[in-house]
């Protein structure tokens, strides 16, 4: 009597496809070896496609068959034994040599003959025939969808597939994805500590549940998809989906990334002036310690010898940022006057912006037509594959800019300005809060290159606020000038 294997596979390992696949070719399989009288020696269950060679547990019944284990293979279908040719023709030869004796199937008769095994290729063609058909209209259906602008996969973290092929944003989600991109352009933080935000803020995985990982993180930072664009197999495209930030704030943390800027979390922080100051003799960090009562600033001396052997108070410190920070304060008077010039200047902006927009219609129409252009070019064979991917990246790119901001870059410095008088003005009650945190904040924003050198602590403004300082000294000396001159 012939020996038989039971080989049953269905062509997913996904819990929630195909689940009674294979529970359901056991039952049949079995039931047609009980009424045919065929001896099952033992049983090959497996969860992958057929389409390529390679399958493990495939190769182990064969491999066994070649030990002569067995002389026969029980399948629901001939399909479920193969859908390639190179495990298909094994099949065949396996019956030339007589390594297998018998085919059985409930559903397709097998004789071992040669118009049986001429038969039998002709079902593996078949079935090869009909996932190449498969693979080939879904490849048709995506390259329609990236035509169209829409994503040809599962929605990331922030949107979700609506079940009819279209992708929406997920209100619920959406604005803390924004929350972590507006976090990350503070550059402050480390991508681990972007991951414990990201946990505080109830950003979990869409399939588990679970807080995110520093790869999410660094997936979801570095994709286009967020500002209106999506890759696919290294190309870009331009998408019809909502986006959650503009290109300008996702380029901003595109630079902030590259920095891998280190940084401890302020909230975590037991010294409000901890962690931003070095010392300007051996460039080590400045540490604290509390003594009876008190915050104390140190050098580390990592580094080797350092002659800084001062203690500075926690106090001394305030005082010296109070001082730094009201000399660039901007008062009630000179705020005003200087918000009314901005609105004018914005009201100007404003009315010329129809003019503005027409321009940047033409400018898209341009872009339009040069990748229609460089698509036809690269159809001719004009240009390689890369070639043709990196121009369409940087059109596709240009043309998002126009359209998500096509005022280009002529109101650019409103917003900039705008928030630089504000913080010019908040100075004044900044510097009067009681706790050092918000003025350590406030001097790391109208500041760097922090030094301490004999309890002084020395930096540089940034631009603008170097120029404000320098318009403020430049003033009051004309003013004393002035007033010795009419003395």
């Known amino acids: ?207 588990f549940k679970k807080p995110l990982v520093i790869s999410n993180i660094a997936r979801i930072l570095h994709n286009p998809f967020y500002y209106g664009a999506f890759s696919f197999k290294g190309e870009l495209y331009q998408g019809t989906h909502q986006p959650i930030i503009d290109k300008e704030l996702f380029d901003i943390v595109q630079e902030v990334l590259k920095l891998k800027s280190k940084a401890i979390l302020h909230k975590n922080r037991y010294f409000a002036l901890k962690g931003f100051m070095r010392c300007a003799e051996c460039g080590c960090q400045i540490t604290a310690e509390n003594q009876k009562g008190h915050n104390y600033y140190r050098c580390t001396k990592r580094k080797g010898p350092c002659s800084q052997k001062k203690y500075t108070r926690e106090e001394e410190l305030t005082e010296q940022i109070k001082t730094a920070i009201l000399a660039i304060q901007l008062d009630d008077g000179i705020f005003s006057l200087m918000m009314n010039e901005l609105k004018r200047e914005i009201g100007l902006f404003e009315a010329g912006k129809i003019h503005t927009q027409r321009s940047a219609e033409i400018k898209i129409e341009e872009i339009n037509q040069k990748l229609k252009k460089l698509l036809d070019l690269y159809i001719d064979g004009g240009i390689s594959e890369e070639e043709y991917k990196k121009k369409k990246y940087q059109l596709v790119n240009r043309k998002v800019d126009w359209e998500t901001n096509p005022q280009n870059s002529d109101g650019k410095w409103f917003e900039p300005m705008k928030n630089f008088l504000t913080l010019a003005h908040q100075a004044g009650c900044i510097a009067l809060a009681a706790n050092p945190a918000p003025q350590r904040e406030f001097l790391e924003k109208i500041g760097l290159n922090f030094r301490l050198f004999q309890k002084n602590l020395s930096f540089s403004y940034k631009i603008p606020f170097n120029f404000l300082l320098e318009g403020k000294k430049r003033t009051l000396g004309w003013m004393t000038r002035f007033e010795l001159a009419t003395s």
């Not at 490849?139 to 597939?161: D, H, M, Q, V």
Request: aromatic share 10%; hydrophobic share 35%.
């Open 1 to 207: 009597m012939n020996k038989y294997f039971l080989y049953v596979r269905k062509s997913t390992d996904t819990e929630d496809k195909q689940v009674l696949s294979i529970q359901s070719q056991l039952i049949e399989t079995r039931l047609f070896a009980k009424k045919e009288g065929l001896a099952i020696i033992d049983e090959f269950q497996e969860a992958k496609t057929a389409r390529s060679p390679g399958r493990p547990v495939f190769n182990q019944m064969i491999k066994l068959i070649e030990q002569g284990k067995a002389d026969g293979i029980i399948a629901w279908h001939p399909d479920r034994l193969a859908r390639n040719s190179i495990d298909g023709g094994k099949i065949i030869y396996l019956t030339d040599i007589g390594n297998i004796v018998d085919l059985r199937f409930p559903t397709y008769r097998f004789d071992n003959t040669a118009q049986g095994k001429f038969m039998l290729s002709i079902s593996f063609g078949q079935s090869k025939y009909y996932v190449d058909n498969l693979s080939e209209n879904t490849k048709r259906g995506i390259r329609e969808k990236l035509r169209r602008g829409e994503y040809p996969g599962f929605a990331p973290i922030g949107y979700t597939n609506d079940g009819k092929g279209k992708i929406l944003v997920d209100e619920a989600v959406a604005p803390l994805v924004k929350k972590l991109f507006l976090l990350c352009t503070e550059n402050k933080y480390t991508l681990d500590d972007l991951k414990k935000l990201a946990a505080a803020l109830g950003l979990v995985s869409k399939r």
